[in-house]
Protein backbone atom coordinates (compact mmCIF):
# COMPACT_ATOMS: atom_id res chain seq x y z
CA UNK A 1 0.00 0.00 0.00
CA UNK A 2 1.30 3.61 -1.04
CA UNK A 3 0.08 7.19 -0.83
CA UNK A 4 -0.25 7.02 -4.26
CA UNK A 5 -3.70 7.61 -5.25
CA UNK A 6 -4.65 5.19 -8.63
CA UNK A 7 -5.87 6.73 -11.50
CA UNK A 8 -6.96 5.86 -14.71
CA UNK A 9 -3.96 6.43 -18.07
CA UNK A 10 -3.55 9.92 -17.81
CA UNK A 11 -5.35 11.98 -20.60
CA UNK A 12 -4.24 13.13 -23.80
CA UNK A 13 -4.50 16.67 -23.23
CA UNK A 14 -1.57 18.41 -21.25
CA UNK A 15 -2.74 19.48 -17.55
CA UNK A 16 -3.12 23.53 -18.07
CA UNK A 17 -5.23 22.76 -21.33
CA UNK A 18 -7.78 20.57 -19.03
CA UNK A 19 -7.47 23.17 -16.61
CA UNK A 20 -8.57 25.83 -18.69
CA UNK A 21 -11.97 25.92 -17.74
CA UNK A 22 -11.48 26.27 -14.30
CA UNK A 23 -8.86 29.08 -14.30
CA UNK A 24 -11.74 30.64 -16.88
CA UNK A 25 -14.31 30.33 -14.36
CA UNK A 26 -12.02 31.36 -11.55
CA UNK A 27 -10.65 34.78 -13.03
CA UNK A 28 -14.75 35.23 -14.01
CA UNK A 29 -15.43 35.09 -10.18
CA UNK A 30 -12.52 36.99 -8.94
CA UNK A 31 -12.96 40.13 -11.88
CA UNK A 32 -16.43 40.24 -10.48
CA UNK A 33 -15.21 40.35 -6.97
CA UNK A 34 -12.75 43.59 -8.13
CA UNK A 35 -15.39 45.30 -9.89
CA UNK A 36 -17.93 45.21 -7.32
CA UNK A 37 -14.75 46.06 -4.70
CA UNK A 38 -14.68 49.33 -6.79
CA UNK A 39 -17.91 50.55 -7.68
CA UNK A 40 -18.19 50.21 -3.51
CA UNK A 41 -15.12 52.00 -3.04
CA UNK A 42 -15.75 54.67 -4.89
CA UNK A 43 -19.16 55.33 -3.73
CA UNK A 44 -17.62 55.70 -0.14
CA UNK A 45 -15.07 57.42 -1.49
CA UNK A 46 -12.12 55.24 -0.57
CA UNK A 47 -9.68 53.88 -2.98
CA UNK A 48 -10.04 49.79 -4.06
CA UNK A 49 -6.57 49.50 -4.61
CA UNK A 50 -4.98 51.24 -1.19
CA UNK A 51 -7.82 48.31 0.21
CA UNK A 52 -5.91 45.17 -1.44
CA UNK A 53 -2.36 47.17 -1.33
CA UNK A 54 -2.13 48.90 1.35
CA UNK A 55 -3.77 47.72 4.78
CA UNK A 56 -3.17 45.47 7.76
CA UNK A 57 -0.80 42.70 7.27
CA UNK A 58 0.36 44.32 3.54
CA UNK A 59 2.40 46.63 4.70
CA UNK A 60 4.47 44.96 7.27
CA UNK A 61 5.34 43.05 3.85
CA UNK A 62 6.19 45.68 1.97
CA UNK A 63 7.81 47.24 4.99
CA UNK A 64 10.50 44.02 4.84
CA UNK A 65 10.46 44.18 1.36
CA UNK A 66 12.19 47.73 1.22
CA UNK A 67 13.96 47.71 3.96
CA UNK A 68 14.39 43.88 5.39
CA UNK A 69 13.66 42.90 8.79
CA UNK A 70 14.03 45.15 12.39
CA UNK A 71 11.05 47.28 12.56
CA UNK A 72 8.70 47.01 15.61
CA UNK A 73 5.89 48.50 17.30
CA UNK A 74 6.21 49.02 21.24
CA UNK A 75 1.77 49.51 22.51
CA UNK A 76 0.62 51.47 25.53
CA UNK A 77 -0.10 48.13 26.90
CA UNK A 78 3.86 46.17 26.85
CA UNK A 79 2.79 44.33 23.76
CA UNK A 80 5.81 44.21 21.05
CA UNK A 81 4.83 44.22 17.49
CA UNK A 82 7.60 42.94 15.47
CA UNK A 83 8.05 42.45 11.59
CA UNK A 84 9.62 38.90 12.48
CA UNK A 85 6.25 37.38 12.82
CA UNK A 86 6.14 37.66 8.93
CA UNK A 87 7.49 34.98 7.29
CA UNK A 88 10.38 36.16 4.17
CA UNK A 89 8.81 34.47 0.99
CA UNK A 90 6.24 37.19 0.13
CA UNK A 91 8.41 39.75 0.76
CA UNK A 92 11.39 38.26 -1.12
CA UNK A 93 9.13 38.03 -4.42
CA UNK A 94 8.11 41.97 -3.84
CA UNK A 95 11.61 42.48 -3.49
CA UNK A 96 12.27 40.73 -6.68
CA UNK A 97 9.36 41.91 -8.60
CA UNK A 98 10.53 45.52 -7.60
CA UNK A 99 14.24 45.21 -8.93
CA UNK A 100 13.37 44.20 -12.06
CA UNK A 101 9.96 46.10 -13.01
CA UNK A 102 9.16 49.86 -12.62
CA UNK A 103 6.46 48.08 -9.65
CA UNK A 104 6.47 49.82 -6.38
CA UNK A 105 6.92 47.00 -3.60
CA UNK A 106 2.77 47.16 -3.15
CA UNK A 107 2.20 46.72 -6.71
CA UNK A 108 4.84 43.72 -6.78
CA UNK A 109 2.72 42.41 -3.99
CA UNK A 110 -0.65 42.69 -5.94
CA UNK A 111 1.22 40.94 -8.94
CA UNK A 112 2.34 38.63 -6.86
CA UNK A 113 -1.03 37.53 -5.14
CA UNK A 114 -2.90 37.61 -8.75
CA UNK A 115 -0.40 35.43 -10.43
CA UNK A 116 -0.18 32.94 -6.95
CA UNK A 117 -4.43 33.06 -6.83
CA UNK A 118 -4.47 31.21 -10.69
CA UNK A 119 -1.25 28.94 -9.65
CA UNK A 120 -3.89 27.93 -6.28
CA UNK A 121 -6.65 27.32 -8.92
CA UNK A 122 -4.46 25.25 -11.38
CA UNK A 123 -3.54 23.30 -8.02
CA UNK A 124 -6.94 22.91 -6.29
CA UNK A 125 -8.10 21.68 -9.73
CA UNK A 126 -4.74 19.13 -10.24
CA UNK A 127 -5.84 17.60 -6.83
CA UNK A 128 -9.03 17.36 -7.65
CA UNK A 129 -9.36 15.82 -10.70
CA UNK A 130 -7.01 13.76 -9.46
CA UNK A 131 -9.54 12.37 -6.73
CA UNK A 132 -12.29 12.56 -8.42
CA UNK A 133 -12.45 13.75 -12.11
CA UNK A 134 -12.48 16.88 -14.13
CA UNK A 135 -16.12 18.45 -13.60
CA UNK A 136 -15.02 17.94 -9.17
CA UNK A 137 -12.17 19.89 -10.47
CA UNK A 138 -13.63 22.35 -12.18
CA UNK A 139 -16.18 22.78 -9.12
CA UNK A 140 -13.99 22.80 -5.89
CA UNK A 141 -12.20 25.64 -8.02
CA UNK A 142 -15.04 27.75 -8.56
CA UNK A 143 -16.76 27.07 -4.60
CA UNK A 144 -12.68 28.12 -3.65
CA UNK A 145 -13.31 31.17 -5.82
CA UNK A 146 -16.45 32.26 -4.08
CA UNK A 147 -15.74 31.78 -0.42
CA UNK A 148 -17.18 34.97 1.43
CA UNK A 149 -13.70 36.17 2.04
CA UNK A 150 -12.40 35.48 -1.23
CA UNK A 151 -11.11 38.84 -1.91
CA UNK A 152 -8.62 37.92 0.08
CA UNK A 153 -6.85 35.78 -2.57
CA UNK A 154 -6.70 38.72 -4.57
CA UNK A 155 -4.73 41.20 -1.60
CA UNK A 156 -1.26 41.67 -1.44
CA UNK A 157 -1.57 38.65 1.57
CA UNK A 158 0.42 35.50 1.79
CA UNK A 159 -2.39 33.76 1.46
CA UNK A 160 -2.30 32.88 -2.25
CA UNK A 161 0.98 32.45 -2.72
CA UNK A 162 1.11 29.83 0.50
CA UNK A 163 -2.58 27.50 -0.58
CA UNK A 164 -0.46 27.60 -4.32
CA UNK A 165 2.65 25.63 -2.69
CA UNK A 166 0.39 23.54 -1.09
CA UNK A 167 -2.04 22.74 -3.45
CA UNK A 168 1.14 21.93 -5.60
CA UNK A 169 2.67 19.94 -2.90
CA UNK A 170 0.70 17.83 -2.28
CA UNK A 171 -0.41 17.19 -5.51
CA UNK A 172 3.40 16.10 -6.23
CA UNK A 173 3.09 13.64 -3.37
CA UNK A 174 0.05 11.97 -4.58
CA UNK A 175 1.65 11.94 -8.05
CA UNK A 176 5.09 10.33 -6.11
CA UNK A 177 7.03 12.66 -7.32
CA UNK A 178 8.66 13.41 -3.84
CA UNK A 179 11.94 15.80 -4.79
CA UNK A 180 8.86 18.39 -5.51
CA UNK A 181 6.90 17.79 -3.23
CA UNK A 182 9.65 18.22 -0.55
CA UNK A 183 11.04 21.36 -2.57
CA UNK A 184 7.72 23.18 -2.46
CA UNK A 185 7.22 22.24 1.49
CA UNK A 186 9.81 23.76 1.90
CA UNK A 187 8.77 26.92 -0.02
CA UNK A 188 5.41 26.95 1.58
CA UNK A 189 7.09 26.62 4.93
CA UNK A 190 8.93 30.14 3.92
CA UNK A 191 5.46 31.73 3.74
CA UNK A 192 3.59 31.18 6.62
CA UNK A 193 3.54 29.13 9.84
CA UNK A 194 1.11 27.13 8.88
CA UNK A 195 3.53 25.12 6.31
CA UNK A 196 4.23 22.82 9.19
CA UNK A 197 0.86 21.38 7.79
CA UNK A 198 2.56 20.82 4.31
CA UNK A 199 5.68 19.65 5.69
CA UNK A 200 3.62 16.94 7.93
CA UNK A 201 1.61 15.82 4.73
CA UNK A 202 4.59 15.02 2.82
CA UNK A 203 6.26 13.24 6.39
CA UNK A 204 3.04 10.76 6.73
CA UNK A 205 2.40 10.04 2.79
CA UNK A 206 6.93 9.34 3.18
CA UNK A 207 6.60 7.02 6.09
CA UNK A 208 3.35 5.27 4.95
CA UNK A 209 4.98 2.38 2.99
CA UNK A 210 7.25 1.84 5.89
CA UNK A 211 4.81 1.94 8.59
CA UNK A 212 2.81 -0.51 6.26
CA UNK A 213 6.19 -2.79 5.99
CA UNK A 214 6.72 -1.84 2.33
CA UNK A 215 10.24 -1.55 2.08
CA UNK A 216 10.81 -3.06 5.27
CA UNK A 217 11.31 -6.81 5.91
CA UNK A 218 9.88 -6.56 9.87
CA UNK A 219 5.93 -6.10 9.63
CA UNK A 220 3.65 -4.12 12.41
CA UNK A 221 0.45 -5.44 13.43
CA UNK A 222 -1.96 -5.86 11.08
CA UNK A 223 -4.64 -3.67 13.26
CA UNK A 224 -2.44 -0.78 12.74
CA UNK A 225 -2.40 -1.26 9.23
CA UNK A 226 -5.97 -1.84 9.26
CA UNK A 227 -6.39 1.46 10.91
CA UNK A 228 -4.14 3.28 9.32
CA UNK A 229 -5.72 2.36 5.50
CA UNK A 230 -9.48 2.81 6.68
CA UNK A 231 -8.88 6.32 8.51
CA UNK A 232 -6.38 7.67 5.37
CA UNK A 233 -8.50 6.45 2.85
CA UNK A 234 -4.79 4.85 1.33
CA UNK A 235 -6.29 2.82 -0.97
CA UNK A 236 -5.28 -1.40 -2.01
CA UNK A 237 -5.76 -3.10 -5.46
CA UNK A 238 -9.30 -4.92 -3.34
CA UNK A 239 -10.39 -1.56 -2.40
CA UNK A 240 -9.77 0.41 -5.49
CA UNK A 241 -12.29 -0.47 -7.41
CA UNK A 242 -14.93 2.28 -7.53
CA UNK A 243 -13.21 4.61 -5.58
CA UNK A 244 -13.90 7.02 -8.34
CA UNK A 245 -16.98 7.53 -9.71
CA UNK A 246 -15.92 8.90 -13.00
CA UNK A 247 -13.67 5.72 -13.69
CA UNK A 248 -14.56 2.06 -14.84
CA UNK A 249 -11.33 0.62 -14.76
CA UNK A 250 -8.27 2.34 -12.78
CA UNK A 251 -5.18 1.50 -13.25
CA UNK A 252 -2.86 0.84 -10.15
CA UNK A 253 0.53 2.18 -11.90
CA UNK A 254 1.63 5.56 -10.31
CA UNK A 255 1.96 8.35 -12.62
CA UNK A 256 4.38 9.09 -15.14
CA UNK A 257 7.50 10.04 -14.33
CA UNK A 258 6.99 9.11 -10.34
CA UNK A 259 10.03 9.18 -7.97
CA UNK A 260 9.17 5.64 -7.00
CA UNK A 261 12.81 4.96 -5.69
CA UNK A 262 13.32 5.24 -1.47
CA UNK A 263 15.42 7.17 -2.09
CA UNK A 264 14.20 10.15 -3.63
CA UNK A 265 11.52 9.63 -1.11
CA UNK A 266 14.07 10.65 1.80
CA UNK A 267 15.49 13.54 -0.15
CA UNK A 268 11.89 14.98 -0.35
CA UNK A 269 11.05 14.27 3.32
CA UNK A 270 14.63 15.71 4.29
CA UNK A 271 14.19 19.26 2.42
CA UNK A 272 9.96 19.42 4.14
CA UNK A 273 11.17 21.13 6.63
CA UNK A 274 14.05 23.21 5.98
CA UNK A 275 11.95 26.42 5.21
CA UNK A 276 10.35 26.67 8.14
CA UNK A 277 12.80 25.20 10.04
CA UNK A 278 15.33 27.63 8.92
CA UNK A 279 13.48 30.57 9.23
CA UNK A 280 12.72 29.68 12.86
CA UNK A 281 16.05 28.57 13.70
CA UNK A 282 17.07 32.60 12.03
CA UNK A 283 14.87 34.47 14.35
CA UNK A 284 16.18 32.82 17.47
CA UNK A 285 19.66 33.76 16.42
CA UNK A 286 18.38 37.05 15.75
CA UNK A 287 16.67 37.63 18.90
CA UNK A 288 19.06 35.98 20.92
CA UNK A 289 15.75 33.76 22.67
CA UNK A 290 16.96 30.08 20.38
CA UNK A 291 14.67 27.86 19.11
CA UNK A 292 12.25 29.55 21.26
CA UNK A 293 12.57 32.52 19.62
CA UNK A 294 9.62 33.05 16.91
CA UNK A 295 7.08 31.87 19.84
CA UNK A 296 8.43 35.08 21.57
CA UNK A 297 7.83 36.84 18.64
CA UNK A 298 4.56 35.94 18.25
CA UNK A 299 3.59 36.21 21.92
CA UNK A 300 4.35 40.21 21.23
CA UNK A 301 1.31 39.77 19.15
CA UNK A 302 -0.63 37.89 21.64
CA UNK A 303 -0.98 35.42 18.93
CA UNK A 304 -0.28 31.35 20.40
CA UNK A 305 -2.18 27.78 20.35
CA UNK A 306 -4.21 27.32 23.22
CA UNK A 307 -6.57 24.60 21.82
CA UNK A 308 -9.07 26.80 21.06
CA UNK A 309 -9.41 27.86 24.68
CA UNK A 310 -9.90 31.75 23.88
CA UNK A 311 -12.01 31.39 20.48
CA UNK A 312 -14.63 29.43 23.14
CA UNK A 313 -14.71 31.91 25.02
CA UNK A 314 -14.79 34.86 22.32
CA UNK A 315 -17.49 32.99 20.62
CA UNK A 316 -19.70 32.30 23.96
CA UNK A 317 -19.40 36.20 24.52
CA UNK A 318 -21.24 36.81 21.55
CA UNK A 319 -24.40 35.06 22.89
CA UNK A 320 -24.78 37.56 25.95
CA UNK A 321 -26.31 40.67 23.44
CA UNK A 322 -28.08 41.00 20.73
CA UNK A 323 -27.66 41.28 17.63
CA UNK A 324 -23.75 39.87 18.12
CA UNK A 325 -25.58 36.32 19.19
CA UNK A 326 -26.51 36.43 15.93
CA UNK A 327 -22.93 36.73 15.01
CA UNK A 328 -22.04 33.97 17.22
CA UNK A 329 -24.45 31.59 16.09
CA UNK A 330 -23.07 31.97 12.62
CA UNK A 331 -19.32 31.33 14.27
CA UNK A 332 -21.11 28.02 15.88
CA UNK A 333 -22.86 26.95 12.49
CA UNK A 334 -19.65 27.88 10.62
CA UNK A 335 -17.18 25.54 12.73
CA UNK A 336 -19.76 22.42 13.31
CA UNK A 337 -19.82 22.62 9.16
CA UNK A 338 -15.96 23.07 8.86
CA UNK A 339 -16.33 19.21 10.92
CA UNK A 340 -18.67 17.30 8.81
CA UNK A 341 -17.55 18.62 5.68
CA UNK A 342 -13.65 17.59 7.00
CA UNK A 343 -15.15 14.12 8.37
CA UNK A 344 -17.18 14.16 4.84
CA UNK A 345 -13.28 13.86 3.26
CA UNK A 346 -12.46 10.94 5.68
CA UNK A 347 -15.63 9.16 4.85
CA UNK A 348 -15.03 9.69 0.69
CA UNK A 349 -11.13 8.05 1.85
CA UNK A 350 -9.27 11.04 0.94
CA UNK A 351 -5.33 10.15 0.75
CA UNK A 352 -4.24 10.75 4.55
CA UNK A 353 -1.74 13.09 2.95
CA UNK A 354 -4.76 15.24 2.24
CA UNK A 355 -6.48 14.52 5.54
CA UNK A 356 -3.57 15.57 7.91
CA UNK A 357 -2.76 18.87 5.52
CA UNK A 358 -6.27 19.42 6.32
CA UNK A 359 -6.57 18.77 9.94
CA UNK A 360 -3.09 20.62 10.80
CA UNK A 361 -4.57 23.69 9.15
CA UNK A 362 -8.06 23.21 10.35
CA UNK A 363 -6.36 23.04 14.44
CA UNK A 364 -3.81 25.87 13.73
CA UNK A 365 -6.96 28.67 12.10
CA UNK A 366 -9.44 27.74 15.16
CA UNK A 367 -7.23 27.08 17.81
CA UNK A 368 -5.13 30.10 17.92
CA UNK A 369 -5.27 32.66 20.70
CA UNK A 370 -6.04 35.99 18.95
CA UNK A 371 -7.21 37.84 15.79
CA UNK A 372 -10.54 36.06 16.11
CA UNK A 373 -11.36 38.64 12.77
CA UNK A 374 -8.78 36.62 10.65
CA UNK A 375 -9.91 32.87 11.31
CA UNK A 376 -11.84 32.99 8.01
CA UNK A 377 -8.67 34.24 6.39
CA UNK A 378 -6.76 31.58 7.61
CA UNK A 379 -9.04 28.99 6.87
CA UNK A 380 -8.65 29.34 3.38
CA UNK A 381 -5.80 27.10 2.86
CA UNK A 382 -7.79 24.24 4.08
CA UNK A 383 -9.26 24.08 0.40
CA UNK A 384 -9.81 19.80 0.57
CA UNK A 385 -12.42 20.51 2.57
CA UNK A 386 -14.54 21.62 -0.41
CA UNK A 387 -14.11 18.68 -2.34
CA UNK A 388 -17.09 16.94 -0.92
CA UNK A 389 -19.44 19.71 -1.72
CA UNK A 390 -17.86 19.97 -5.12
CA UNK A 391 -19.10 16.40 -5.58
CA UNK A 392 -22.20 17.12 -5.04
CA UNK A 393 -22.22 20.08 -7.15
CA UNK A 394 -20.26 18.16 -10.34
CA UNK A 395 -23.17 15.41 -10.34
CA UNK A 396 -26.10 18.12 -10.39
CA UNK A 397 -26.78 18.94 -13.71
CA UNK A 398 -25.16 21.92 -15.52
CA UNK A 399 -27.54 24.75 -15.48
CA UNK A 400 -28.35 23.99 -11.53
CA UNK A 401 -24.20 24.26 -10.62
CA UNK A 402 -24.30 26.99 -12.68
CA UNK A 403 -26.75 29.15 -11.09
CA UNK A 404 -25.72 27.91 -7.33
CA UNK A 405 -22.35 29.26 -8.70
CA UNK A 406 -23.44 32.51 -10.10
CA UNK A 407 -25.44 33.36 -7.01
CA UNK A 408 -22.45 32.22 -4.65
CA UNK A 409 -20.32 35.04 -6.65
CA UNK A 410 -22.37 37.96 -6.36
CA UNK A 411 -23.28 37.32 -2.81
CA UNK A 412 -19.62 36.73 -2.28
CA UNK A 413 -18.62 39.88 -4.41
CA UNK A 414 -20.68 42.10 -2.29
CA UNK A 415 -19.80 40.79 0.99
CA UNK A 416 -15.74 41.12 -0.18
CA UNK A 417 -16.39 44.65 -0.99
CA UNK A 418 -18.53 45.46 2.14
CA UNK A 419 -15.98 43.90 4.52
CA UNK A 420 -12.90 44.95 3.19
CA UNK A 421 -14.66 48.75 3.11
CA UNK A 422 -15.59 48.06 6.45
CA UNK A 423 -13.79 45.84 9.57
CA UNK A 424 -12.20 44.34 6.60
CA UNK A 425 -9.50 41.19 7.45
CA UNK A 426 -6.62 42.10 10.28
Known amino acids: MTELVTRPAPPRAPLLRRAAPALLGYAAVRVLGLAVLAGWSAARGKSAYTLLTARWDSLWYARVAASGYGYEVRLPNGDVHSDLAFFPLL ?59 GIVQSMAYSESLFTALAAWSLYAVLT ?145 SFPSVLAGAALVVGVVLLIRLYLAGVRQRQPLSVLVYTGVVLALALCASSYFGSKPRLLMPAFPVLFPPARALAAARPGRAAAVVAVAATAAAAYGAFWLNGSGPP
Open 91 to 149: PWLERLGHAVTPLSYADAGFAVALLASLATAGGIFAVAEWLYGARAGVCAVLLWAVLPV
Open 176 to 320: GRWVTAGLLAALAGLTRPVGMAVVAAVWVAGLVPYMTGRYTTGRIPAGVTSWVTSFGGIRSAEGVRGAREDVRAPSLSPAPGADTSARRRLLGMALAPLGAAGYVLWVGLRTGDGPLGYLRVQAGWRNGFDGGYAFARFVAGMFT
